[in-house]
């Protein structure tokens, strides 16, 4: 048994942030109905495509453990069909531009009306207020949560992150917002709606930046690195390069093979517990008890000095190395791994974080599988669904339409052209 078995999940999102949250779903039982646009579909079906006439990755490595419909939700007998599928669905998922839903004619309060037990859940840019309107990506959101002000280095402009925090970290703000209601619905009987706004998730995520911003109205914030390089301080939370978040001083630091490889670096943390330790393995023990090194605050303005020795170590060896020779002392450490040296590890293939799928129009791929593990409920990755893959069988199996039912929703032009069981 899967922990979401028997919840159905109307899914009606797009692109990154609302598919990421229904192939949670998906992975942990839920019955995941993709509604697509008939011919088109997700639009990330056809983005960055690498294999002509197939899948984008895009696609397919976001849309696992799902079924697809083709539907036109603005089409009258589409409509009928959409209402039917949220009579019978738990859950409803969208990301659409803000008011897309109410323009189809499936406002909050009509989508209660046909099943008072759905919970919806949305993904907006933006919560209510001046930017409720807008139209939001990835990056827009990294830039409006306080993730680019505070990312990159203190003489640099704004950075985004590679990771997707806007759009994946989003969806999975989302995903905890409707098990929690499908929970809550266990005692009252009632759905309700959820939503998430990137910009607050984005935000949630730079919690420790919003911490530093208060911190800093009562002074320097004396563990950034710009502190022991005598660099004033603004009005606002810097960014802090590398520093770590913390308040341990740690850097990225060259190892061996750095002049050829752009990956060849160690993160390297001196805590105050594991510094003698760090002392003895540089080779500089005089450090653990001379002045102006043996105490956390007196090393803050020697910061510099003292990686460029740790780095000057960290050079004779391979980020593995340092990585090997650290952790048993309990120094952290933590090689830059590349996504190349990451889709070699066997180990994560070992516990299902990476996994390889088949798929009929592009063959093996590599995709991430679930990053949650529950003891109780297996995770087994299954093939994104081709577009329409599933619509006579959504219309006669869970919606329960006859043939010629179905035959007629067809010819009203509701679906796509009906697949054959051969195709
Ligand atoms: N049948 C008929 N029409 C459909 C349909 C279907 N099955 N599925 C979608 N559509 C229509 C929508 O109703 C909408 O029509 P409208 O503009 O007449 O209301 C239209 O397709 C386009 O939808 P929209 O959501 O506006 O797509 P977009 O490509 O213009 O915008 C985003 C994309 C992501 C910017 C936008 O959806 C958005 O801001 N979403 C919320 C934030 C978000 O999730 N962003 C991150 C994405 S990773």
Redesign the pocket.
């Known amino acids: 048994m899967k922990a979401l078995e028997g919840i159905k999940v109307l899914d ?8 990421t949250c229904t192939q949670l779903l998906g992975w942990f039982g839920a019955d995941v109905i993709k ?4 011919g ?1 579909g997700d ?1 990330t079906r056809q983005q960055l495509v690498d294999v002509p006439g197939a899948d984008s990755l895009y696609f397919t490595m976001l849309n696992h453990n799902k079924r697809s419909i ?6 009258e007998t ?1 409509k009928e069909v959409l209402t039917r599928l949220i009579e019978t669905c738990d859950v409803l998922v969208e ?7 109410d ?2 004619g499936f406002s909050w309060e009509r989508i209660q009306e046909i099943n008072p037990r759905i919970i919806m859940a ?4 933006f919560g209510p207020g001046k930017y409720q309107d ?5 990056n827009v ?1 990294q830039c409006a949560g306080g993730s680019a002000s505070t990312t990159g280095f203190v003489d640099g402009p704004p950075l985004v992150t590679g990771a997707q925090i ?2 994946s970290g ?1 969806g999975l703000h989302l995903c905890l917002g409707i098990v929690t209601a499908l929970f809550q619905r266990e005692k009252t009987g009632r759905g309700q709606k959820v939503t998430a706004a ?1 910009q607050d998730s984005v935000l949630n995520l730079c919690r420790v930046k919003m911490r530093d911003q208060q911190r800093l109205e009562v002074g320097p914030l004396k563990e950034y690195s710009q502190f022991g390089e005598g660099l004033p301080f603004g009005d606002a939370t810097p960014r802090a390069g590398n520093d770590s978040g913390g308040g341990q001083p740690g850097r990225i630091l060259k190892c061996k093979g750095w002049e050829n490889d752009p990956n060849a670096y160690t993160y390297f943390i001196i805590q105050a517990a594991v510094w003698e330790k760090v002392c003895d393995v540089i080779g500089e023990p005089d450090w653990k008890t001379e002045e102006g090194f043996a105490t956390p605050p007196a090393r803050l303005d020697k910061l510099n000095r003292i990686f460029e020795r740790i780095e000057e170590w960290t050079m004779t060896k391979t980020k593995y190395e340092v990585m090997d020779l650290c952790n048993p002392m309990d120094i952290p450490v933590g090689p830059i791994l590349s996504m190349k040296e990451i889709s070699e590890d066997k180990g994560l293939y070992a516990t299902g974080t990476l996994v390889k799928v088949d798929h009929p129009e592009r063959g093996e791929y590599v995709s991430v599988g679930c990053p949650i593990k529950l003891s109780d409920s297996d995770v087994e990755v299954v093939r994104s669904p081709l577009l329409g893959e599933h619509t006579t069988e959504i219309l006669g199996d869970v919606l329960g339409y006859s043939d010629s039912e179905i035959e007629a929703i067809a010819a009203s032009g509701a679906v796509g052209k009906l697949k054959s069981a051969a195709e």
């Open positions: 009606f999102t797009h692109v990154q942030s609302g598919p509604v697509e646009r008939p088109v639009a083709e539907l036109n939700s603005k089409n589409g990301n659409f531009a803000p008011g897309a839903l323009r189809m949305s993904i907006k840019g807008c139209k939001v990506y990835e959101a806007g759009d989003t990137m």
